[in-house]
């Protein structure tokens, strides 16, 4: 767990630097709208995994895109397609963010930070929550579209 902590902040200031080269410091003023904007961003990014909607996820993820996963590893665009495209979910379950929140802009890029609900099916087949996580959200805005840049999973401790 300490590690995904580590490699989480340590993702937090590479895009706050690179944020900072590319556009002299200008941070931008979140707004309710860009939050907005950009949870349906992540509402569609949701979507895609569930419905394997790969050409959806080509769209909107960046080719740089990459996942550091809740065991600590780190996964590309190709590695997180391929999972998918083997995953065998039900309906209801998968990935459900809450609490969505924009944290900072700087140019082209947006952090945000969420909690989000990991929910499979039990042995009697009842949808149940198998995790939660606390999740860093990356986006950066490439010819005037905000995309998926990535995002770092911290597991928060079983109750």
Request: glycine share 6%.
């Amino acid at each position: 767990m300490k590690y995904a902590v580590i490699v989480a902040l340590c993702l937090i200031a590479g895009f706050l630097a690179t944020a900072r080269a590319q556009q002299k410091n200008e941070r931008i003023t979140i707004t309710p709208a860009l939050e907005k904007e950009l949870f349906a961003v992540e509402q569609q990014w949701m979507k895609g995994e569930f419905d394997k909607n790969m050409d959806l996820l080509t769209d909107l993820w960046t080719d740089d895109f990459f996942d550091v996963l809740s065991s600590g590893r780190v996964v590309t665009k190709h590695e997180m397609m391929d999972q998918l495209s083997k995953a065998d979910r039900k309906p209801g379950t998968g990935a459900f963010p809450e609490d969505f929140k924009l944290r900072a802009v700087y140019g082209n890029v947006a952090l945000a930070t969420d909690h989000t609900l990991i929910k499979g099916v039990d042995a009697n087949g009842n949808l149940v929550v198998t995790r939660e996580m606390n999740v860093l959200r990356m986006f950066v805005k490439e010819n005037g579209k905000w995309r998926v840049a990535g995002a770092g999973l911290v597991p928060l401790p079983a109750k």
